[in-house]
Nanobody, 120 residues
Framework: QVQLVESGGGLVQAGGSLRLSCAAS????????MGWYRQAPGKQRELVAA???????NYADSVKGRFTISRDNAKNTVYLQMNSLKPEDTAVYYC??????????????WGQGTQVTVSS
């Protein structure tokens, strides 16, 4: 099994910054893509940013130029640097990893979520 533990959420004023971290642990053979999703109250979960094992990145249009995703493959950790935060960024942020654990297949694993609240 693979466990994902997120940290770094909190309350920040508009225009401020936060850095989220997500560390994967367990019986991991390989991790392919890692990413961050968010879910605001009453809305569907949406992709924020994703990064492949090779470092290719993908961002939601709403965060381009403000958020940066990165990863440390040696530590099985993904980061999300969030700058110029807006109240509409308020949501629970979830980490996802597509990993190969006990067996030949890759599957998606999710973290428990961390709350990000941006006050106006």
């Amino acid at each position: 099994q693979v466990q994902l533990v997120e940290s770094g959420g909190g309350l920040v004023q508009a225009g401020g910054s936060l850095r989220l971290s997500c560390a994967a642990s367990g019986s991991i053979f390989s991790i392919n893509a890692m990413g961050w999703y968010r879910q605001a109250p009453g809305k569907q979960r949406e992709l924020v940013a994703a990064i492949t094992s090779g470092g290719s990145t993908n961002y939601a249009d709403s965060v381009k130029g403000r958020f940066t995703i990165s990863r440390d493959n040696a530590k099985n950790t993904v980061y999300l640097q969030m700058n110029s935060l807006k109240p509409e960024d308020t949501a629970v942020y979830y980490c996802k990893a597509t990993a190969q654990a006990m067996g030949p297949l890759f599957r998606d694993y999710w973290g428990q979520g961390t709350q990000v609240t941006v006050s106006s």
